[in-house]
């Protein structure tokens, strides 16, 4: 098989009030215990992992896990603010109960159109995410040759590399789980693309 290289691809672990379905996008947000111990759990899994190079969002929630996992892996990590969530705008740290309280007609849009679909407030669509994060992503790949790299992003960050990885339409993102603190493994060979775990 031609020589390829592989994307570890993990979400950052549970933050705090998770309980309450908040929407955190921009937001900085801190990991719970629990969500520290899964990527702790995660980085104890990657250990023996031969990875070259770490990258993360900007936000803590992203940069903290990728530090944790990185202690067993002296290689370079870089934060880009490009692997951020989406900007939720005036939706971020609500719940999605305070969202349908006080932007009915907003939300049902955005039920109608969830990729185009801008909340208040310079809030970002969808397919403006995928755009910025699949930029950055293509020129880090293009320049790794063949090496293998971890990305600690977030839950619809995740969505949008995996969709491209297995030529979905981006429409189907949410058909895919990923839950907090999980990881996805992709292959790149020149002519193929092989995803060998989603949301493991």
């Not at 672990?13 to 955190?24: E, S």
């Not at 990728?66 to 692997?83: G, K, M, T, W, Y």
């Not at 293009?142 to 960050?157: F, P, Q, R």
Request: net charge negative.
């Amino acid at each position: 098989m031609k020589i390829g290289k592989r994307l570890y691809l993990v979400r950052h672990g549970q933050v705090q009030g998770y309980d309450g379905f908040p929407v955190y996008g921009h937001m900085d947000v801190d990991l719970t215990e629990v969500g520290i111990m899964q990527i702790e759990s995660l980085s104890e899994r990657l250990r023996y992992a031969e990875i070259h190079e770490i990258y993360s969002s900007d936000l803590k929630r992203s940069l903290v896990g990728a530090r944790i996992i990185a202690r067993h892996h002296d290689v370079p990590l870089h934060s880009r603010p490009e692997f951020r969530e989406v900007n939720f705008g005036a939706w971020e740290g609500l719940s999605l109960q305070e969202i349908r309280e006080r932007y009915p007609e907003e939300l049902s849009r955005r039920e109608m159109d969830v990729l185009n679909f801008a909340p208040p407030l310079n809030g970002e669509s969808i397919n403006c995410l995928a755009e910025r994060v699949m930029t950055c992503f293509k020129s880090i790949m293009a320049c790794s040759e063949d090496k293998n790299i971890l990305l600690l992003g977030h839950g619809v960050v995740n969505r949008v590399i995996l969709c491209n990885a297995m030529g979905l339409d981006s429409g189907l993102m949410f058909n895919l789980q990923q839950d907090y603190g999980c990881l996805n493994i992709i292959d790149y060979y020149p002519d193929r693309t092989l995803v060998r775990l989603v949301n493991g």
